[in-house]
C-alpha cells in the first residue's frame, strides 16, 4: 500500500453534538438571538441534504450567512454514520485552510492544514487535509490516491476557484473525481469569466445560456430580511482630477461625470494615487466614521483594500498620520501575514491595510467600515470585498463602504441584493457579432487608445508614462437599498458630515428613514441658499490665490516629506471649504494664511 493510500490509525471524535454548538458563523461570536442553535436557513439546507443524501450538494450562501458550520455539521454526521472516513477541504488561501481546521477542531474533526504534497499523508491522528487549490493544481495524481484510499468527503470552499485557471478545473476534477461526496460552498456563485466551474451543475434558461444550479441558496437579501448580515451604507466620492498622458498632454476631468471608459480608468487611476488629496481626504472622511460607529460598537475595525503592495504602503503612512497609530498592513499571503489577521481580528485597533488576500473568505466580523482603492471592478471581486464588511454580531450594526464615484461600482454597489449564476455562455455584443461595426471609427478608437492610453506603447517601442497630477475629492452621494441620497458636497461640509455622523446601531428602516430625512433637510437649506445673492467672484484673484497656494504647498512638502495630497486635506481639516478648484477666495486666503504660518512654527 502506497504513503498516499495507507490510513490512518486513529478514530475519528467528530461530534454531531458539539457540531449543534458550534456558533453558526464561526469565528466570530453568534448574532443576536442564534447562539446553541442552526440558522433556518442552515436546517433547511441540512433537511434537504439528508433528505437526498447526494453525492455532489452546491450550496451558495452569502459571506457572514455561516457556511463553514453548515458543512462541518455535515461532515460530523457522515463521519458518525460511517459513510465517509475522512475529510479534506479545499480552500483557496493559506489563512483560511489555518481557519477551517480551527473550526473543525472545534466539533472534533482533526483537520492538518500543514500537510504538505511532499508528505504524501496527513500526520498521526488527524481525520483529513485541508489544502488549497493551488497544492491540489500541482499534484492532482497525488491527492486522487488519497481520496481513493479511503471513503472521503470533500468539501470545496469558495469553490468557484476551481475554474480559476483550466488546469486548476482539470486538477480538482482529476483528483477528487471518485470522492464518495464532495460538498462545494461559496458566496458568489458567478465567475466574471466562462470557465466551468468543476462538479457544478449548468442548466440553460430561457435564452439558452448555461447558468450554475444551486442545490440551496441563501441570499444577501434573504439573510438581511434575518439580520444575519449588516445592511451597507455605500458612500461615494467624486473629485477633480488631472493627468498627463505619455504624449505630454495635460487632461482634467470629473470623477464621477460621464466620461469615455478610458478616460473614467485614468481618473480612476488618479484619485488612487497615494500622493493626491482624493485618497487621504477619503481616508479622512471614514476615520470619521469609524469613529462615530465605535461610539456603540467599541471594536469596530475599519479596512482599506489596495490595488498593489506600494499603494497600500503609502495608505498605510497616511493613516499613521491621520490616527497616531499604525495600521496592521497585509500584503501577502504567508505565515506572518494569517498572523497579523489573527491578532487584528483578536483585538480592537482601528485599521487593516490589505491587497488582494483579504477580499475573500477571511473572517475579520469586527470590520464595519471599508473603503474600496483598487481598480478592479469585476462583481466577483466587488462582491467578496464587500462580503468582508457584512458579518453581522448583534442587531442593528451596520457596514459602511467608501467608493470612488465610477459608474461600474455604482451600478454593482445598487444591484447587491441581487441574486447571480455563473453563466457560460454570454451573448455577444453587437461588436462581436461584427454588427455596426465601422472600421475607421475601430481604428480611429485604436489610435486614440494607444496615444492617451495610462500604458500606452509609442512609436519607439517604449512603455507610455501615465503621471497623475492632482486629485481632489468631494462627497457625491449614499446608495442604500437601491437608493441614493444626498447631493455633492465638499469634504468636511455640514452636509457630508450629515451622513458620515449617522448613528453605528440602526436597523435597515431606520437607516432609510434616517437618510430620507437628512437628504430632504439638505434639500432645504440648499434651496434657500441658491435664493441668496451670490456676490461676484474675482476670478483673477482666484487664479492667483490658487498658484499661491500650490507653491506654498509644494515648498512644505518639500520640507515636512508629506505628499502634496496630504497638505491638502490637512488644509481643509483645519479651514474647512471645499476642494481647491471650487474654493472660494476667502477659503483659499485661509489656507495661504495657516500655511505661511506653518513655515514660521505656528502649527
Known sequence: MSAAARPSSTTSHASTSAASHLPPAFPGRAPWGTAGKLRAWQAEALDLYRERSPRDFLAVATPGAGKTTFALRIATELLEARVVRRVTVVAPTEHLKKQWADAAARVGIRLDPNFSNAQGRHGHGF?????????????????????????????????????????????????????????????????????????????????????????????????LRDHVVRPVIFLSYSGSM????????????????????????????????????????????????????????????????????????????????????????????????????????AGDSRWLVAVRMVSEGVDVPRLAVGVYATSTATPLFFAQAVGRFVRARKRGETASVFLPSVPQLLGLASSLELERDHALDRPQTAEEQGLEYNPEDALLAAANAEQNGPDAVGPDGKQGTFVALEAQASFDRVLFDGGEFGTEAAVGSDE????????????????????????????????????????????????????????????????????????HAELRRRCGGPEVALADPAQLTARVEMLRGWFVGKR
Open 127 to 223: 481525520d483529513g487535509v485541508a489544502v488549497t487549490y493551488a497544492q491540489v493544481a500541482s499534484k492532482p495524481a497525488l491527492h486522487a490516491a488519497r481520496t481513493t484510499a479511503e471513503r472521503t468527503l470533500v468539501i470545496l470552499d469558495e469553490v468557484h476557484h476551481g475554474g480559476d485557471a483550466l488546469s486548476w478545473g482539470d486538477a480538482v476534477r482529476e483528483a477528487f473525481e471518485d470522492a464518495t461526496r464532495r460538498l462545494s460552498l461559496t458566496g458568489t456563485p458567478f465567475r466574471s469569466d466562462t470557465a466551468a466551474i468543476p462538479f457544478v451543475e449548468y442548466a440553460r434558461d430561457h435564452e439558452g445560456i448555461r447558468r450554475s444550479v444551486a442545490d440551496y441558496t441563501y441570499g444577501y437579501g434573504d439573510a
Open 496 to 567: 457630508e458630515l450629515d451622513f458620515l455622523g449617522l448613528p453605528g446601531l440602526l436597523d435597515a428602516d431606520q437607516v432609510s428613514a434616517l437618510l430620507r430625512q437628512r437628504q430632504a433637510d439638505q434639500l432645504k437649506g440648499r434651496r434657500r441658499t441658491q435664493a441668496a445673492p451670490v456676490e461676484e467672484m474675482d476670478h483673477r484673484k482666484q487664479a492667483e490665490l490658487r498658484k499661491e497656494l500650490a507653491q506654498l504647498v509644494g515648498a512644505w512638502s518639500r520640507r515636512s516629506g508629506q505628499p502634496h495630497g496630504a497638505v
Open 242 to 345: 488631472r493627468w498627463r498622458t505619455r504624449a505630454g498632454d495635460e487632461v482634467s476631468a470629473r470623477l464621477g461625470e460621464p466620461l469615455t471608459k478610458d478616460m473614467t480608468a485614468q481618473a480612476w487611476r488618479t484619485a488612487l494615487d497615494p500622493n493626491g488629496e482624493w485618497i487621504p481626504s477619503v481616508l479622512a472622511a471614514a476615520d470619521r466614521r469609524l469613529t462615530e460607529v465605535r461610539r456603540a460598537v467599541p471594536d469596530a475595525g475599519a479596512m482599506i483594500i489596495a490595488t498593489d503592495q506600494t499603494d497600500a504602503r503609502a495608505y498605510a503612512g497616511h493613516l499613521a498620520r491621520l490616527t497616531g497609530e499604525s495600521p496592521t498592513v497585509v500584503l501577502s499571503d504567508d505565515d506572518g501575514a494569517s498572523d497579523r489577521i489573527d491578532e487584528f481580528s
